[in-house]
């Protein structure tokens, strides 16, 4: 699957609670209300950050995540979208978004330890994570999903509460320079205890060589992780 995936700042004046109110209820039906019946998006969810205590403001409100069958039909929403028949939609982002903060990522999504698709939606961890110095970016795909994925699917499943583990790995966009991200991780879990006990567990020594085994690929200076609430539309 072909996702965009757009990292958000609420409007400077909004409270977190307004932003994801008007995002939810106001944006995303004007969407589905103007979108041409010929464009068909597989997938549109929500995520709304979650502040944690002690860890100051998230550094993003919000991502949105798009997702297409094939790059021909997101070629055409994006078409669409950046034309007259989307400026309904631009216009209405600037109600509640800070367009200068935005971050947004083209990717291949890969799917390592499926979800239940009748699952409810519930609490999801997203980093956005850069290669680390000298690799090149098929280096750092390649490594990810051939090295790090196996391991991964070897202990995960002793963590408690997984429920999902994705990988997204950034595609280049015509213009728009080098990714901010170079992948996108996504793990799903029941709800805040369900992450805070596979936290626990992962700084521990049972996550201690999927730790170690990061520091081959992944520049952990830039790393960016949200905890979210998941708002799936189309799943």
């Known amino acids: 699957m072909i996702k965009i995936i ?7 004046g909004l409270t977190i609670d307004e932003f994801s109110r008007y995002w939810q209820e106001e944006h995303a039906p004007l ?18 950050a979650v502040p944690m205590e002690g860890l100051g403001e998230p550094l993003f409100d919000g991502v949105a995540e798009f997702g297409f069958d094939d790059m021909d039909m997101f ?8 034309s007259e ?10 109600n509640f978004m800070d367009s ?5 990522v083209m990717v291949e999504e890969r799917v ?24 090149t970016l098929e280096d750092f795909k390649n490594y990810w999903h051939d090295k790090h994925a196996p391991l991964a699917l070897k202990i995960l499943p002793k963590a408690p509460n997984v429920q999902g583990y994705v990988h997204n790995y950034a595609l280049p966009m ?3 320079g080098e990714p901010a991200f170079d992948g996108i991780g996504e793990i799903w879990f029941k709800d805040l205890d369900a992450f805070f006990e596979s936290t626990q567990w992962f700084m521990g020594d049972g996550g201690r060589p999927l730790r170690d085994d990061e520091e081959n690929f992944v520049d952990h200076t830039t790393r960016v992780a949200l905890i979210v ?5 189309i799943r």
Do not use: C, N
Not at 6 to 12: I, N
Not at 75 to 82: A, G, I, P, S
Not at 85 to 94: A, S
């Open 75 to 82: 070629q055409k929403w994006f078409v669409w979208f950046m």
């Open 6 to 12: 757009g990292f958000t700042k609420k409007k400077e």
């Open 112 to 135: 390592i330890i499926p979800g239940d698709e009748d699952r409810p939606d519930g609490i999801k961890l997203i980093a956005g994570v850069k290669r680390k110095g000298g690799l």
């Open 85 to 94: 028949g989307g400026r309904p939609l631009r216009d209405d982002e600037q």
């Open 100 to 104: 200068s903060a935005a971050v947004v």
């Open 31 to 48: 969407g589905f209300e103007i979108l041409p019946r010929d464009i068909r998006i597989a997938r549109y969810v929500h995520h709304y």
């Open 174 to 176: 015509e213009g728009m």
């Open 229 to 233: 609430k998941e708002r799936s539309f």
